[in-house]
């Protein structure tokens, strides 16, 4: 199931989601009996105007008191919902189920809904009118920017200690791990990647635990790229955040975006797969090797190819077929 968008819709709108801005940065909350943070919104409660809902929302989701909010695009994906961006000139106090508030120039690590929300974020990044304070919040955000106007020490910072991390030694493990655990955004304890790596920046990386990458692989981290869990990266691959407009005129005033990358947890990357911007890849799924990957994958399942596309669902046989082989194994080493 994908996100679909439409400029005009006559189906009964059931949610309303609001990306939204406070000074210059975006607006997550946080649910009390949640772990995880979320773009505001919510039903549409009955005899209620999808507008007033939206304003609803975001008052009772991040305490905003004085607001300008304006309809995006309606959307699909298990029901039908409108889309609104939102730019917040005052807060008070949380009074509902919100524990916390979370202000980013990005999306959160850890959000509530990561095959949908990601999409949300990113279709009014591209349509709504939005002020950037600085020319590296728009990369950050994914919006258009100016590749030649952005602070290229941070560009050299990351090529010079990935250059470090090449040279090190196989003996040098305590050597790596520090400079992993300086350059990327963030890291859990269990981790190990190969010589030779390349990223833009490597602050925009997050790894979770038991991360592992084999040689060779590219990070072009102009927008966040997120890994779960138990990810295993086959030589080669490569991540690439960062594109160009289409149109020639545009392109050659050196113009970019970037659109994050998101990956679940138990994720098996064969070799040489290129996962495009802005995709989402679900978790327990393996990616065949060369696949090229343009759209976002679900979870469960086995996906390859040149566009990538789910081949079949990972299912109870194969899990007791492995499993069956892995008792055979202790079994054979224990004897």
């Known amino acids: 199931m994908e996100v679909k968008f439409y400029p005009n819709l006559d189906e009964k709108i059931k949610y309303v989601v609001i990306v939204a801005r406070y000074k210059d940065s975006f607006v997550f909350c946080k649910h009390k009996d949640r772990t995880t943070y979320e773009i505001p919104g919510g039903h549409v409660e009955e005899n209620e105007s999808i507008l007033d809902a939206a304003k609803r929302e975001l008052m009772e989701e991040t305490g905003a008191t004085k607001f300008t909010i304006q309809f995006v695009t309606y959307y699909s994906y298990n029901a039908y919902g409108a889309l609104y961006y939102a730019q917040i000139e005052e807060l008070t106090n949380l009074q509902y189920e919100i524990e916390s508030l979370y202000f980013s120039d990005y999306m959160p690590i850890d959000i509530t809904y990561p095959h949908i929300q990601p999409r949300l974020f990113n279709y009014v990044i591209q349509h709504a009118n939005i002020r950037y304070g600085s020319n590296f919040k728009r990369m950050i955000a994914g919006a258009l920017y100016d590749s030649s106007k952005n602070d290229k020490s941070l560009h050299q910072k990351a090529v010079v200690k990935a250059m470090e991390y090449n040279n090190t030694k196989p003996t040098e493990n305590e050597k790596r ?63 690439y955040t960062a594109g160009h407009p289409i149109s020639a005129d545009v392109r050659n005033k050196d113009l970019e975006y970037g659109y994050p990358i998101r990956v679940g947890s138990n994720v098996w990357f064969g070799g040489s797969v290129v996962v495009n911007p802005g995709v989402t890849i679900g978790s327990n799924v393996v990616i065949g090797s060369g696949s090229v990957v343009t759209k976002d994958i679900p979870d469960g399942v086995i996906a390859c190819g040149n566009p990538c596309r789910v081949i079949r669902e990972i299912t109870e046989e194969d899990q007791k077929y492995w499993k069956n082989l892995e008792i055979a194994y202790f079994n054979d080493i224990n004897k």
């Open 177 to 239: 791990r520090e400079i992993i655990q300086e350059m990327f955004g963030s890291t859990k304890k269990h981790f190990y990647i190969e010589p030779s790596i390349r990223m833009d920046y490597g602050f925009n990386i997050h790894i979770g635990d038991y991360f592992y990458a084999n040689f060779d692989c590219v990070f072009l981290d102009v927008a966040p790229i997120i890994f779960g869990d138990h990810v295993f990266v086959a030589p080669r691959c490569c991540f």
